[in-house]
C-alpha cells in the first residue's frame, strides 16, 4: 500500500504540442498562427481616426485661425469654444431654439468676449444637405460679425458659402 502523501496526478492536454509549454488563454486566442497582436485600425495620422467630435473641434480651429488671418490683433482676444448644447436647454422655447447654432457674449471687465459654438445643432442642420465645415465656419462669423458691429460678409467675404 501506498502512502497517500506521496501520491500525485499530472494532468496533460491531448491537444499540447511536444516540447511546447502551456499557453495562457489570452496567447492562445489573440496570438492566433504567431502572427502577433493586432495593431492600430487606423493610423493616427489618417482622418478616419479621429472622432466626429475631434473633426468638429478641429473644424472651429480652422474657422478661427482663418479670421485671426484676416482680421489679426482685432479679434486676438476671441475666444471660442465648443459646448455639445446650450446651457438651459430645458428652459427655452421652440422659437428661441430655431437656427440657434451658436451665441456671443460681449467681452466684460476681467473676461473676453466668448462665442459658444453648439456641437449638437450644428450637426443636425447639416444633415449630409450641405458640408458641416462650411455651416461651422458660417456660425462662427455670424457671431464674430454680432460682436464687432459688421455683416457677416465684411467679416469674412466667403460666408454664406453654406446657404444654411
Known amino acids: 500500500m501506498q502512502d497517500a502523501s506521496s501520491f500525485s496526478v499530472e494532468l496533460d492536454d491531448p491537444t499540447a504540442q511536444p516540447g511546447r509549454g502551456s499557453r495562457s488563454f489570452y496567447e492562445r486566442r489573440r496570438n492566433r498562427r504567431g502572427r502577433g497582436l493586432r495593431g492600430e485600425l487606423l493610423p493616427?495620422?489618417?482622418?478616419?481616426?479621429?472622432?466626429?467630435?475631434?473633426?468638429?473641434?478641429?473644424?472651429?480651429?480652422?474657422?478661427?485661425?482663418?479670421?485671426?488671418?484676416?482680421?489679426?490683433?482685432?479679434?486676438?482676444?476671441?475666444?471660442?469654444?465648443?459646448?455639445?448644447i446650450p446651457d438651459g436647454l430645458e428652459d427655452m422655447s421652440p422659437r428661441t431654439l430655431r437656427g440657434l447654432r451658436g451665441s456671443s457674449r460681449p467681452a466684460?471687465?476681467?473676461?473676453?468676449a466668448v462665442i459658444p459654438v453648439y456641437r449638437h445643432p450644428v450637426l443636425m442642420a447639416a444633415r449630409?444637405?450641405?458640408?458641416?465645415?462650411?455651416?461651422?465656419?458660417?456660425?462662427?462669423?455670424?457671431?464674430?460679425?454680432?460682436?464687432?458691429?459688421?455683416?457677416?460678409?465684411?467679416?469674412?467675404p466667403a460666408y454664406g458659402r453654406s446657404q444654411a
Open 44 to 84: 493616427r495620422h489618417l482622418p478616419g481616426s479621429r472622432s466626429r467630435s475631434e473633426q468638429f473641434d478641429d473644424w472651429v480651429m480652422e474657422s478661427a485661425q482663418r479670421l485671426e488671418r484676416l482680421w489679426g490683433e482685432r479679434i486676438q482676444d476671441l475666444q471660442i469654444v465648443v459646448q455639445e
Open 108 to 112: 466684460a471687465p476681467g473676461s473676453p
Open 128 to 156: 449630409s444637405l450641405m458640408p458641416v465645415n462650411e455651416l461651422v465656419h458660417d456660425v462662427v462669423v455670424e457671431q464674430t460679425a454680432e460682436l464687432m458691429g459688421l455683416s457677416p460678409e465684411a467679416v469674412d
